[in-house]
């Protein structure tokens, strides 16, 4: 991602503006930023630790059997976030999620899934990891326009 914000901040030749959406501050790549682009802070990671946080981190016991229950409630135990608030205050013409996560837009996207290891390398993984990927993978490149693999 820092080689395509430091490439798009050196175009010089057309109007377009590129925004970089981030979870956090986005000090990390602001280094990288310039001309026709911007950073947009999404506020993901701004909220305190939620109440799954502190049990996970308190009761290991009971993360490791969410990670194993979970799965079977199906799309119900992922948490799918939905990016209208962002998209209303960019309005894009098109988003790419260029890292392998994403939000839910109706805005063309291009969904770039840099790694299936889930697949190749499933005891690497929980049970709930894994049906996390897939779905999220899935849904993603459902709606993309373009599905980008490296």
Not at 104 to 133: G, I, K, M
């Amino acid at each position: 991602m820092l080689g395509t914000a430091r490439a798009l901040s050196e175009l010089t030749d057309s109007g377009e503006e590129y925004v970089f959406l981030t979870a956090d501050d986005g000090a990390w790549l602001a280094p990288y930023i310039g001309g026709n682009c911007r950073i947009v802070s999404t506020g993901a990671n701004a909220h305190p630790q939620s109440f799954r946080a502190t049990l996970r981190d308190r009761i290991p016991l009971l993360h490791k059997l969410w990670h194993q229950v979970s799965p079977l409630l199906g799309r119900r135990s992922v948490r799918f976030v939905d990016g209208a608030a962002w998209v209303a205050e960019i309005k894009p013409d098109v988003v790419h999620f260029v890292i392998q996560t994403g939000f839910l837009t109706s805005v063309p996207s291009l969904f770039t899934p840099f790694d299936l290891q889930h697949l190749y390398y499933p005891h690497y993984f929980t049970n709930r990891e894994r049906h996390a990927r897939e779905l999220l993978y899935r849904t993603f490149c459902d709606q993309a326009e373009t599905v980008i693999a490296p």
